[in-house]
């Protein structure tokens, strides 16, 4: 599998020279792709069998763009080519939401002239000698040289991207590489499944045990200095002195923000993997971007699941932590499953300050601790492992939660021979 390390780098200012000026004709070939796609767009918007511009026609067009202006032939070849594939991304993702109905979406923007672009370099245009990296250029003989932090390698690397972090006036690279898992993924016939909220994570085994982490809410502390400073930057004129601080100090915030809830999340993810004997993790597959749609979506909600990261790079993190370890996270659809009791399987209304499932049939049952239950018992039930199913049920009875001998209701039955 492959893992993206980043690392920071000194530069001097001959350097800083060659990478603003590289950086420079990669924003202006930005610029220009975008706004050829943008006028493609706004005249084939109603001819759907029309074709769109595309990467490929673009891409095409470097030679000429190099023969005609020279200046453009400074930047490794490469490196044009993936800032057109960003673009070409950041396009599709717009064109998609568009076809499906989404009429607020908007397109790429343009970048400023003091914008840093990205100097992506995929597959070629880099080497490593010893402990440093040499990235290929053509604007002068300064030699774009950086040291490595002593006992790193990096023996097989596919694309090493190059950036500035203008908040700290820094400059990183982030290295895609290749690592071996400990030990390859075997199934053991123990796994543990997780209903992901936005407050704590649930989660149950197949022995029956549940568990409860509690989230880190660093953007509870940070709502409100961020508010603050976002009312006082916009009663000044933009783009002020005055308005760059406060601005500066916006931004500080939230980076400090998402520092913590990233750290947070790397080592809670880390700890879950460590402390299960679980081959497989199950996870409810969410679908981040529908929640504001929901009649139950509230602005303090959507604060809380859009642009934090609280629930898909958590799914993300422990993902990758779990293939290093030689395990495996399966999203099941995690539809209904706090709405359906997981004993009888009758449908209830779960609004959200609703936090016990009350049933019928007996069953009284926190919501996060239901839901799990049903997305461990669905996978289980649609893979057909019956033996790990009858496993499971016998524990949870012993808890004295009695789900049937066999699932049913909204669940798939799996077959008695466990095949």
Not at 129 to 153: C, D, M
Not at 209 to 227: N, S
Not at 391 to 410: C, D, V
Request: charged letters at 25%; hydrophobic letters at 35%; one cysteine or more.
């Amino acid at each position: 599998m492959y893992v993206t390390t980043k690392i920071k780098i000194q530069v001097t200012p001959e350097q800083e020279d060659v990478l603003w000026h590289l950086s420079e004709k990669c924003r202006l070939v930005y610029n220009f792709a975008l706004a050829d796609r943008l006028r493609n767009y706004q005249e084939n918007k109603d001819r759907p069998d029309k074709q769109h511009i595309g990467y490929v026609q673009q891409a095409k067009a470097l030679p000429a763009l190099k023969k005609k202006y020279p200046e453009y032939r400074w930047v490794y070849s490469k490196v044009l080519q993936t800032t057109l594939k960003s673009l070409d991304d950041n396009f599709r993702s717009f064109f998609a939401l568009r076809q499906a109905g989404d009429v607020d979406a908007n397109p790429p923007g343009f970048k400023g002239k003091d914008h840093f672009c990205t100097l992506r370099y995929n597959q070629s245009g880099f080497t490593f000698k010893g402990v440093q990296i040499r990235f290929s250029h053509f604007y002068n003989t300064v030699p774009l040289s950086f040291a490595l932090p002593e006992g790193v390698h990096f023996s097989s690397a596919k694309q090493v991207d190059l950036f500035h972090d203008d908040l700290k006036g820094a400059y990183y690279i982030s290295i895609v590489h290749e690592v071996q898992p400990q030990q390859e993924y075997r199934d053991n016939s123990l796994y543990q499944a997780f209903d992901l909220g936005v407050t704590r994570h649930v989660g149950v085994n197949s022995h029956g045990k549940f568990i409860e982490v509690p989230l880190a809410r660093p953007d509870r502390y940070w709502k409100t200095p961020i508010a603050e400073l976002q009312a006082r930057r916009d009663h000044c004129k933009k783009k002020s002195r005055k308005w760059r601080k406060l601005n500066q100090l916006k931004r500080k915030c939230e980076r400090k923000q998402s520092n913590q809830l990233k750290d947070f999340q790397h080592k809670a993810s880390k700890k879950l993997i460590a402390n299960t004997r679980a081959a497989t993790i199950l996870v409810g597959d969410l679908s981040v971007k529908q929640m504001p749609r929901s009649w139950q979506a509230t602005p303090g909600l959507n604060r809380s699941t859009q642009n934090t990261g609280h629930l898909s790079r958590f799914i993300g993190l422990l993902t990758y932590k779990a293939a290093l370890a030689g395990k495996r996270v399966i999203t099941v659809d995690e539809q209904n499953t706090t709405k359906t009791c997981c004993v009888c399987g009758a449908l209830h209304e779960m609004p959200l300050w609703k936090r016990v499932m009350t049933c019928e049939c007996g069953n009284t049952l926190d919501r996060d601790r239901n839901s799990a239950v049903n997305i461990m018992v669905r996978f289980l039930s649609q893979n057909a492992l019956w033996t790990g199913y009858r496993h499971f049920a016998g524990n949870l009875r012993q808890t004295g939660l009695a789900i049937p001998e066999r699932p049913g209701h909204s669940q798939e039955a799996p077959c008695v021979s466990g095949g």
